[in-house]
């Protein structure tokens, strides 16, 4: 049984199936695999009434996983949809919001793509651009992404991150989500390297649509992402795909073919079909009622406790400048000199250490299994190589 508590170190490594010579800091590339997860996925697939997609408990299925996942926001499961991707729900996001030629959609420079080519299609359709938040040295995120708002009056649309993830440095949303809403621009929200691991603040973003994976801090499958929509666009967005999961079945299937197309309540409109097979609505399901339990907001203050132990490390190790400043809770970096990357990363793999390595910073995302005084490890791995 999952326990409750995220704090009780000695019982958390167990949930997890890791190799016991493997510290996995990489949880913002894919969660590590929690025991019940894994059990549910085979269980999904050898019971012979849930394998099949359209079984018995399907229709049921689905609405119970959504509401879940609701409970991550507002707890309103009409505003929730199921989608394959982030690129999948930002594309979703793209076409809806309104922009226009000669308008700007507003990115952070190195943001990642799924973030960034559906955003690149919709400005080469009605000839709009985008402008990228640089940061200068020293400057954080959220007062780079204000700074390039006031030089570009013709921002129609945000779309961000809470946390950056290349090293999870940290943005404001709440000032940004301000100064955007002043000049009536639309804030689109890529979660998937924060949603399940830090708090969401709907009421304080006011966004039109939140997207982010199920795989990463959510701890589920591959193949299942979460899109929520605004109430605006719960009434009137158009859905990427018209299939038949997101309209009324009863409509649809008149014998001349020509029933009427009644999207289905709220934002199930923007499911996409092919989703939510039994295996993967099981894996959401054991992933979202464990880190339910827990409780997001103690998953970030312990995740915190491990990411303020690495910084610690590399106070003690000499190694402060190369800390990531204003990190989230669960996610930092290291910034290495670029000519010793490559014998860091090397040692890093041979210490049995999985993390990853983007423009020279070793990004460390540490989940409830790791031990706090195993977060000494990478910082003593490093400071030998450098
Ligand atoms: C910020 C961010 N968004 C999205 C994704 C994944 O996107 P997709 O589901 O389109 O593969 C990642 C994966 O690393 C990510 O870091």
Same mark, same amino acid.
């Given at each position: 049984?999952?326990?409750?508590?995220?704090?009780?170190?000695?019982?958390?490594?167990?949930?997890?199936?890791?190799?016991?010579?493997?510290?996995?800091?990489?949880?913002? +590339?894919?969660?590590?695999?929690?025991?019940?997860?894994?059990?549910?996925?085979?269980?999904?697939?050898?019971?012979?009434?849930?394998?099949?997609?359209?079984?018995?408990?399907?229709?049921?299925?689905?609405?119970?996983?959504?509401?879940?996942?609701?409970?991550?926001?507002?707890?309103?499961?009409?505003?929730?949809?199921?989608?394959?991707? +982030?690129?999948?729900?930002?594309?979703?996001?793209?076409?809806?919001?309104?922009?226009?030629?000669?308008? +700007?959609?507003?990115?952070?420079?190195?943001?990642?793509?799924?973030?960034?080519?559906?955003?690149?299609?919709?400005?080469?359709?009605?000839?709009?651009?985008?402008?990228?938040?640089?940061?200068?040295?020293?400057?954080?995120?959220?007062?780079?992404?204000?700074?390039?708002?006031?030089?570009?009056?013709?921002?129609?649309? %945000?779309?961000?991150?809470?946390?950056?993830?290349?090293?999870?440095?940290?943005?404001?949303?709440?000032?940004?989500?301000?100064?955007?809403?002043?000049?009536?621009?639309?804030?689109?929200?890529?979660?998937?390297?924060?949603?399940?691991?830090?708090?969401?603040?709907?009421?304080?973003?006011?966004?039109?649509?939140?997207? $982010?994976?199920?795989?990463?801090?959510?701890?589920?499958?591959?193949?299942?992402?979460?899109?929520?929509?605004?109430?605006?666009?719960?009434?009137?967005?158009?859905?990427?795909?018209?299939?038949?999961?997101?309209?009324?079945?009863?409509?649809?299937?008149?014998?001349?073919?020509?029933?009427?197309?009644?999207?289905?309540?709220?934002?199930?409109?923007?499911?996409?079909?092919?989703?939510?097979?039994?295996?993967?609505? +099981?894996?959401?399901?054991? $992933? %979202?009622?464990?880190?339910?339990?827990?409780?997001?907001?103690?998953?970030?203050?312990?995740?915190?406790?491990?990411?303020?132990?690495?910084?610690?490390?590399?106070?003690?190790?000499?190694?402060?400048?190369?800390?990531?400043?204003?990190?989230?809770?669960?996610?930092?970096?290291?910034?290495?000199?670029?000519?010793?990357?490559?014998?860091?990363?090397?040692?890093?793999?041979?210490?049995?250490?999985?993390?990853?390595?983007?423009?020279?910073?070793?990004?460390?995302?540490?989940?409830?299994?790791?031990?706090?005084?195993?977060?000494?490890?990478?910082?003593?791995?490093?400071?030998?190589?450098?």
């Amino acid at each position: 049984m999952p326990i409750q508590s995220a704090s009780d170190q000695t019982s958390l490594r167990g949930l997890f199936a890791l190799p016991d010579d493997m510290l996995y800091l990489d949880s913002a +590339a894919h969660g590590p695999p929690l025991k019940t997860v894994r059990a549910a996925a085979q269980a999904a697939l050898q019971d012979s009434t849930t394998s099949w997609l359209g079984g018995i408990h399907w229709r049921a299925d689905v609405e119970r996983v959504r509401a879940l996942a609701a409970r991550l926001f507002d707890n309103d499961a009409d505003a929730i949809a199921m989608v394959p991707s +982030a690129a999948y729900g930002l594309s979703v996001a793209a076409r809806n919001v309104p922009l226009q030629a000669k308008q +700007a959609v507003l990115l952070l420079e190195g943001q990642f793509p799924s973030n960034l080519l559906p955003w690149r299609m919709r400005c080469a359709e009605v000839g709009a651009s985008l402008v990228f938040a640089r940061r200068h040295a020293g400057q954080d995120w959220t007062s780079a992404v204000l700074d390039t708002l006031d030089a570009h009056p013709d921002v129609a649309v %945000l779309a961000l991150p809470q946390a950056h993830w290349r090293d999870g440095s940290l943005l404001d949303l709440a000032r940004i989500s301000d100064q955007a809403r002043a000049r009536g621009a639309s804030l689109v929200l890529d979660l998937s390297q924060s949603l399940g691991a830090m708090p969401v603040e709907l009421d304080a973003w006011r966004p039109d649509f939140v997207i $982010a994976v199920g795989y990463k801090w959510l701890l589920g499958g591959y193949g299942m992402a979460w899109l929520w929509a605004a109430p605006r666009w719960r009434e009137h967005g158009q859905p990427l795909e018209h299939g038949w999961m997101a309209n009324d079945r009863d409509a649809l299937w008149q014998a001349d073919s020509r029933g009427d197309v009644l999207p289905l309540a709220g934002a199930r409109r923007f499911d996409a079909d092919g989703v939510c097979d039994a295996m993967r609505l +099981a894996m959401a399901e054991a $992933a %979202l009622r464990q880190v339910l339990a827990w409780g997001i907001a103690d998953i970030a203050a312990q995740l915190q406790r491990r990411t303020v132990a690495l910084d610690d490390a590399l106070e003690r190790n000499g190694l402060s400048a190369l800390r990531t400043h204003h990190h989230a809770p669960h996610i930092c970096g290291v910034q290495l000199p670029p000519q010793r990357a490559e014998a860091v990363k090397r040692a890093l793999s041979e210490a049995g250490i999985v993390s990853t390595m983007r423009n020279n910073c070793v990004r460390i995302a540490p989940h409830l299994h790791v031990d706090i005084t195993e977060m000494a490890r990478p910082i003593e791995v490093i400071a030998k190589a450098l």
